[in-house]
């Protein structure tokens, strides 16, 4: 795994945040110190609001750092403190640390990535720091409907241009192919030809579907790298708020150890199984 990489505390100024529908918002800010260190796959943690109420930080996969030192996030509002952030406004200053855990590893020959939910968020940055490697990355996006891809027309939150276009699945069949994300990748492992067969899959987003990426990258015997989400409480491994159960070890922190791990590395049947977690 990486080292540790060097955190910053930082007064973030929002430059805007647009809210997509009730749930969605994008927002960004300008932190340039963590801009020019952070790599795809890291988060950062954001106060919500200058009161003890919530009293955590949120964490956020970064969807996007600039070299001009801005940072992109992608965000579902499910609660009060992204709430409280979905009200923020440009000329604000939000309290931000980072850039926090390991991400993914260097690009070097051809990479799916399959994301759901806001687990898209680290493949967009992916896809923008690859420079001329981008066109190595075939994307898989999963999405209960149209609505929930509606981030994708937003400038920072575009594919860049010279990517093949991502594949793109909604369980209502709004946009793209119905049904799971999971199958559009299980049928294109099954069918694609070996000279353009995917050396490793990266995966972001709900539990359930990392765990089926991983056991298809393993049988089609395939590095896969899942970046984890859960609940955070301090985002640097002192408390126990993160952990989730591992193979060769009792558990992992998420923020410190992550939260991108190989998946091999990951007790999926444990966190599957909450009789058997004990972490």
């Known amino acids: 795994m990486d080292t540790k990489p060097r955190k910053h505390i930082v007064k973030a100024q929002v430059r805007s945040v647009r809210r997509l529908d009730n749930r969605w918002f994008t927002l960004c800010a300008d932190a340039p110190e963590i801009a020019r260190e952070a790599r795809p796959g890291q988060f950062v ?19 996007g750092a600039s070299r001009e030192g801005q940072i992109d996030l992608l965000i579902r509002a499910v609660g009060r403190g992204t709430r409280l952030l979905a009200q923020a406004q440009a000329g604000d200053c939000l309290s931000v640390i980072g850039p926090l855990g390991q991400g993914f ?17 680290p493949f967009l940055f992916l896809s923008h720091a690859a420079g001329g490697r981008a066109a ?11 609505a929930d891809c509606r981030f994708l027309e937003l400038p920072p939150f575009k594919f860049p241009a010279g990517q093949a276009p991502p594949v793109i699945t909604t369980e209502d069949g709004g946009l793209g192919e119905k049904g799971l994300v999971t199958a559009a990748l299980e049928s294109r492992l099954r069918d694609c030809p070996d000279e353009l067969r995917p050396d490793a899959i990266f995966t972001c987003g709900p539990m359930a579907m990392m765990n089926r990426v991983q056991a298809l990258a393993a049988a089609h015997g395939m ?37 991108v791990f190989p998946a091999e590395r990951i007790d999926w049947e444990r966190i599957g199984n909450p009789e058997k977690n004990n972490v």
């Open 105 to 121: 590893p260097e690009i070097r020959d051809r990479v799916w990535t399959v994301a759901g939910g806001t687990g898209l968020a």
């Open 223 to 259: 590095a896969c790298f899942a970046s984890l989400e859960a609940f955070m409480g301090c985002g640097f491994g002192a408390c126990m708020g993160c952990v989730v159960p591992g193979k060769d070890r009792p558990y992992y922190h998420v923020c410190e150890d992550g939260p």
């Open 45 to 63: 943690q954001v106060r919500a609001g200058e009161s003890a109420d919530p009293l955590l930080n949120r964490p956020f996969s970064l969807a």
């Open 136 to 146: 190595q990355i075939t994307n898989f996006y999963g999405a209960c409907s149209a």
